[in-house]
């Protein structure tokens, strides 16, 4: 089994940034990606951005591309999601994601951008 603690969710203006963390625990051995997914109220989970734990393969999504950054830090398990420019469009709850043989997802946290 792998543990997700997430970390930095909240509420912020529009134009303003937040950054996510969330550190894995437990059986962690053999995670080959980390990332982040989000839902907003009434639609499905949709992909962030991922990041694979070796070589550093990145995939953001479309309408984070440019704004969110992605990263890493193998030596702590943890993966970080630094969100720039925030709109209000971004508001949803934010889920860490971990792929090992299984997938494994965090609690959530909620990120709200007011306008």
């Known amino acids: 089994q792998v543990q997700l603690v997430e970390s930095g969710g909240g509420l912020v203006q529009a134009g303003g940034s937040l950054r996510l963390s969330c550190a894995a625990s437990?059986?962690?051995?053999?995670?080959?990606?980390m990332g982040w997914y989000r839902q907003a109220p009434g639609k499905q989970r949709e992909l962030v951005a991922t990041i694979t734990t070796t070589g550093g393969g990145i995939n953001y999504a479309d309408s984070v591309q440019g704004r969110f950054t992605i990263s890493r830090d193998n030596a702590k398990n943890t993966v970080y999601l630094q969100m720039n420019s925030l709109k209000p469009e971004d508001t949803a709850v934010y889920y860490c994601?971990?792929?090992?043989?299984?997938?494994?997802w965090g609690q959530g946290t909620q990120v709200t951008v007011s306008s």
């Open positions: 437990g059986s962690i051995f053999g995670i080959n990606v």
């Open positions: 994601y971990v792929r090992r043989s299984l997938s494994y």
